[in-house]
């Protein structure tokens, strides 16, 4: 008798990947559900408040799950590559006038690159997860990500940059149902997590306060600075780049006497740039730090559709390379707040074609 194919599975305590889990085993797997230990040593209480894929509680909720599913549930510790990868990569970002997308980075670095490599090297033969996002291998023999059954839940964004290796000994089993039915799932099979809900923001950030986290992980307080037209002209003064992204129309503290917005964020001179709301529309981008998914390089120009953000639905472009790591999106139709250090994804019907990271 063959060796049933092992999967260790990254449990948050979340419904999502705990019927995940479920339907892993229904399918014929060994299961193994590991439970990432990524937060840093902040206060149990803060940890406990927090929940979400970063407190505590998680903890207690995947072994919960495990329990009734009668498989094993094992604790790694992850908390260096995660503070490398992804808090280091977040202050660094905002520090230089960028707003990050740090889940896309734990995504690559933590969730799938670290956990995939113990996963192999303790035998197991691929990692699943609880994403709404589907893995098929084309008729090129490269694997790419198709969006999930449900456009509301779809979570292909913020995983376009997984790698052909990763993909390959990735199971993604909840990308073919919608929340409804796995909520329903979770019911019928007897999940306390069946109603739990959605864990929200960032996780590392239990109170939001983004400019206040880099703070006290920097130990320097934020430098005032200018805001300015376009032109330089002065027209007050802001609380430190960091609090500011483009496109944000509140919290400016500006008495212009109409709605204005944040236009450029200029870290060499601290100067954040107050505009008009049509100068946050834009009908072109150039992106970097490439990763292409369905196609091993783009070639030559070609028509796709590209998400500037994880809600939005998507304009119509067309792509140009213009050096080894960087591409011009030209949109057919302008497009609104394009913000450095944000992804770009873009997509060849439903299939990710590949991203990068939008440079201005």
């Known amino acids: 008798m063959s060796r049933k194919e092992k999967v260790i ?72 590559d995660f503070k490398r990868f992804v808090i280091d990569y977040f202050v660094s970002e905002y520090l230089e006038g960028r707003t990050p997308n ?115 992980t920097t130990g320097a307080p934020s430098q005032t600075g200018n805001f300015v037209q376009a032109d330089g002209t002065i027209l007050g003064q802001h609380k430190g780049i960091i609090h500011y992204t483009i496109g944000q129309r509140r919290g400016l503290g500006l008495p212009m006497g109409r709605r204005v917005v944040v236009t450029e964020i200029r870290p060499e001179t601290n100067e954040v740039v107050i505009g008009e709301q049509e100068d946050v529309w834009t009908d072109h981008l150039l992106a970097d730090r490439l990763n292409w998914m369905s196609v091993p390089d783009l070639t030559e120009e070609r028509s796709a559709s590209a998400k500037i953000r994880y809600n939005h639905t998507g304009t119509p472009c067309t792509l140009q390379k213009t050096a080894s790591d960087q591409v011009r999106v030209q949109f057919h139709e302008p497009v609104r707040a394009v913000t450095p250090g ?15 990271t939008i440079l201005k």
């Open 342 to 356: 944000q992804a770009v994804v873009f997509y060849d019907g439903d299939c990710v074609l590949g991203g990068g």
């Open 102 to 216: 740090p889940c896309i980075a734990c995504n690559r670095y933590v969730k799938w690159e670290a956990l995939l490599n113990r996963s192999l090297e303790i035998g197991a033969d691929y990692i699943a997860t609880g994403h709404y996002a589907r893995i098929r291998q084309l008729e090129n023999g490269r694997f790419c990500l198709t969006r999930s059954v449900t456009a509301a839940k779809d979570q292909t964004y913020a995983l376009y940059n997984l790698t052909q290796e990763q993909l390959s000994h990735t199971l993604m089993p909840v990308g073919s149902y919608s929340k409804e039915e796995i909520r329903r799932m979770a019911d019928q099979i007897g999940l306390s997590v069946a109603d739990k809900p959605d864990s929200q923001e960032i996780c590392f950030v239990p109170d939001q306060d983004y400019a206040g986290f880099i703070e006290r």
């Open 9 to 80: 599975i990254g449990m948050s305590g979340g419904v999502d990947s705990s019927v995940a889990a479920w339907l892993l085993k229904e399918q014929g797997y060994e299961v193994i559900g590991v439970t990432m230990q990524i937060w840093q040593d902040e206060e149990e209480e803060v940890l406990e408040e927090n929940g979400g894929c970063c407190g505590l509680s998680a903890v207690e909720d995947a072994r919960r799950t495990a329990q009734l599913l009668e498989i094993p549930h094992y604790v790694m510790n992850f908390k260096a």
